[in-house]
């Protein structure tokens, strides 16, 4: 791919800082996350309930790796015991927005998926 003089990220080198961040959102607990959080904010329990097989740990570093990139805000309420939400920024919502459009791109090919793989096996 060609770089774009107007564009000063290329996520094809890799030096380039959005590497990383590309690998946050695409890694398999990262855009499943991001998905979880559009449309409203959730709670941790929440987010693990809805992202089936995700450990608590991979959650948490996942959290806290879009939270780094500046895709998701943690927002801790002042209650006993504490209430925290987890909830996209402005730049998380552009990115969601991409990540389900790609979900429902491959919802629409899975017909075609399943009866390649039934063939081939």
């Avoid at 996942?62 to 998701?72: N, S």
């Amino acid at each position: 791919m060609a770089e774009d003089p107007r564009r000063p990220f290329d996520v094809f080198s890799g030096a380039c800082p959005s590497r990383e961040v590309l690998e946050h959102v695409t890694s398999r607990w990262g855009s499943l996350t991001l998905a979880a959080l559009s449309p409203e904010p959730a709670r941790f329990g929440e987010l693990r309930r809805c992202v089936d097989g995700v450990s608590d740990k991979m959650l948490s570093q996942t959290l806290k790796a879009l939270e780094a990139d500046g895709l998701v805000e943690r927002h801790v309420k002042s209650t006993l015991p504490p209430h925290v939400d987890y909830r996209l920024t402005p730049n998380g919502e552009t990115v969601a927005a991409a990540v389900k459009e790609l979900i429902l791109a491959l919802y629409a090919v899975m017909p075609e998926v399943m009866e390649t793989k039934a063939q081939s096996a």
